[in-house]
């Protein structure tokens, strides 16, 4: 359940006519800060996370789709830490930390811009756990832990990413740019990077678990990144609202 934090209007006494209204509602629905609640309870939210709308990747939607259905939760109920990459607020790594009971929770992320609702969210609900700004995993300097859960960029040409900004009708450079950053992976460079130093943090134990678009990147192209076979886990999953499938790859360290 997703509630809005009120705050002060932004000062736009130097717009007027139609560019003030724009504007205005680009920081009504982005800008403002916001409440997801872990626990689902509007009226009573005991575990809120706090987000901006401009950083919700889809996190809460996954959440109700994939991450809190049985056949996942039941697969990963021995974890005790976890990590989420390309967090954003990390609506997926606070919801697994409540439900499975984690030890710890850490969040990475490239845009530095989360770190703030990341940190305050930790410690209003005085969660175990870090924020680390980096790309994929080159500057995770956490602990080790036993869950990796991500939805890395699903693009890897600059002509997909093109023609998913013209299917979508945004042409504000900001909200490009940001978009860049979530669904833009470039010769699949970040799955690379990341796949080459994910077992590094993993425990003897531990897993990666990977969301993707069905129709943007095939299973087969991750498997082959890891140069050797390991055990994993394939599921496909209906998401409401979305017009792909989606399906996580879990791939097991031993």
């Given at each position: 359940?997703?509630?809005?934090?009120?705050?002060r209007?932004?000062?736009?006494?130097?717009?007027?006519?139609?560019?003030?209204l724009?504007?205005?509602?680009?920081?009504?629905?982005?800008?403002?800060?916001?409440?997801?609640?872990?626990?689902?309870?509007p009226?009573?939210?005991?575990?809120?996370?706090?987000?901006?709308?401009?950083?919700?990747?889809?996190?809460?939607?996954?959440?109700?789709?994939?991450?809190?259905?049985?056949?996942?939760?039941?697969?990963?109920?021995?974890?005790?830490?976890?990590?989420?990459?390309?967090?954003?607020?990390?609506?997926?790594?606070?919801?697994?930390?409540?439900?499975?009971?984690?030890?710890?929770?850490?969040?990475?992320?490239?845009?530095?811009?989360?770190?703030?609702s990341?940190?305050?969210?930790i410690?209003?609900?005085?969660?175990?756990?870090?924020?680390?700004?980096?790309?994929?995993?080159?500057?995770?300097t956490?602990?080790?832990?036993?869950?990796?859960?991500?939805?890395?960029?699903?693009?890897?040409?600059?002509?997909?990413?093109?023609?998913?900004?013209?299917?979508?009708?945004v042409?504000?450079?900001?909200?490009?740019?940001?978009?860049?950053?979530?669904?833009?992976?470039?010769?699949?460079?970040?799955?690379?990077?990341?796949?080459n130093?994910?077992?590094?943090?993993?425990?003897?134990?531990?897993?990666?678990?990977?969301?993707?678009?069905?129709?943007?990147?095939?299973?087969?192209?991750?498997?082959?990144?890891?140069?050797?076979?390991?055990?994993?886990?394939?599921?496909?999953?209906?998401?409401?609202?979305?017009?792909?499938?989606?399906?996580?790859?879990?791939?097991?360290?031993?």
């Open positions: 359940m997703i509630r809005r934090i009120k705050t209007p932004p000062d736009h006494s130097e717009l007027t006519g139609l560019d003030y724009q504007n205005l509602e680009h920081k009504r629905r982005f800008r403002h800060e916001k409440v997801f609640c872990v626990d689902k309870s009226l009573d939210c005991k575990f809120p996370v706090f987000y901006y709308g401009k950083h919700n990747g889809g996190g809460p939607l996954f959440i109700d789709y994939i991450y809190s259905k049985e056949i996942f939760l039941e697969e990963h109920k021995e974890c005790k830490s976890a990590l989420e990459v390309c967090s954003g607020p990390g609506f997926i790594g606070f919801y697994l930390y409540k439900t499975l009971n984690l030890d710890f929770v850490n969040f990475v992320d490239i845009n530095n811009e989360v770190k703030e990341v940190d305050k969210t410690k209003h609900n005085k969660v175990v756990g870090t924020f680390f700004e980096s790309d994929a995993l080159e500057s995770y956490g602990e080790k832990v036993d869950l990796i859960v991500l939805n890395p960029p699903f693009f890897t040409t600059e002509e997909e990413f093109i023609e998913h900004v013209k299917i979508t009708g042409e504000d450079k900001e909200t490009i740019e940001r978009s860049r950053l979530i669904v833009l992976d470039k010769d699949f460079k970040f799955h690379s990077k990341l796949i130093k994910c077992f590094d943090i993993l425990t003897d134990n531990g897993r990666i678990v990977f969301l993707e678009a069905i129709d943007r990147i095939d299973p087969s192209k991750i498997l082959k990144e890891f140069k050797s076979t390991y055990r994993n886990s394939y599921k496909e999953f209906k998401v409401a609202n979305k017009i792909t499938n989606y399906y996580t790859l879990t791939i097991y360290k031993k």
